[in-house]
Nanobody
């Protein structure tokens, strides 16, 4: 059974930091590219960051470039999102996702390109 479980969300003041984790189980996730998305109240889900299966390639949305860092540890199939210099506009439910097209070199930024999703974790940044 495929499962992605996020953790690490919470309430933080503007300028603070949080580290999200996404643990995967049930499939060969070490060969899947992984991504983070977020959805703020009343808005559509949007791409945040992605990392290749090897960890050598990353890509970020312009809104988080330079503040967020995505990384992965393939043993034990966990992806991280280090979020620094947080702003109130970063407030959202954050979702991790996996692109099941094994060993793919291109990074996906569209929701429809990811086949597996976690349940989400709430991040709230107060001003």
């Amino acid at each position: 059974q495929v499962q992605l479980v996020e953790s690490g969300g919470g309430l933080v003041q503007a300028g603070g930091s949080l580290r999200l984790s996404c643990a995967a189980s049930g499939r060969a996730f070490s060969t899947f590219a992984r991504g983070w998305f977020r959805q703020a109240p009343g808005k559509e889900r949007e791409f945040v960051a992605a990392i290749s299966w090897s960890g050598r390639t990353t890509y970020y949305a312009d809104s988080v470039q330079g503040r967020f860092t995505i990384s992965r540890d393939n043993a034990p199939n966990t992806v991280y999102l280090q979020m620094n210099s947080l702003k109130p506009e970063d407030t959202a439910v954050y979702y991790c996702a996996a692109d099941a097209r094994s060993l793919r070199t291109e990074l996906a930024t569209q929701i429809r390109e990811y086949q597996h999703w976690g349940q989400g974790t709430q991040v709230t940044v107060s001003s």
